[in-house]
């Protein structure tokens, strides 16, 4: 079992940023990728950006490329997704996501641990 802590949500007017955490706990080095959705109500879970752990490789939505960065300190278990130049279309609750992706990296589906998210709201 892993669990999984979000922190970091809050307000930001557009163009501002924002830095969300996850903590992990239990088997979390065990699991081989790990990702940050979001989910708007009424809309499906997108997938933001997700890590293959064993080798640091790092994938993006279209949406966020060049403005999100994703980052993992392995010693310290936690997850980190750096969001600049936030957009009101970024607005939405932020997931942090642990499992055995089998490649698929930002496909939600793949994943077997969630964290309970925090909310992100950018303001116009």
């Known amino acids: 079992q892993v669990q999984l802590a979000e922190s970091g949500g809050g307000s930001v007017q557009a163009g501002g940023s924002l830095r969300l955490s996850c903590a992990a706990s239990?088997?979390?080095?065990?699991?081989?990728?790990m990702g940050w959705f979001r989910h708007i109500p009424g809309k499906q879970r997108e997938g933001v950006a997700a890590?293959?752990?064993?080798?640091?490789?790092?994938f993006y939505a279209d949406s966020v490329k060049g403005r999100f960065t994703i980052s993992r300190d392995s010693a310290k278990n936690t997850l980190s997704l750096q969001m600049n130049s936030l957009k009101p279309e970024d607005t939405a609750k932020y997931y942090c996501?642990?499992?055995?992706?089998?490649?698929?990296?930002?496909?939600?589906?793949?994943?077997?641990?969630w964290g309970q998210g925090t909310q992100v709201t950018v303001s116009s």
């Open positions: 996501g642990a499992g055995y992706c089998g490649g698929d990296y930002l496909n939600g589906n793949r994943y077997n641990y």
């Open positions: 239990g088997s979390a080095m065990t699991v081989s990728c």
């Open positions: 890590i293959y752990t064993s080798f640091g490789r790092t």
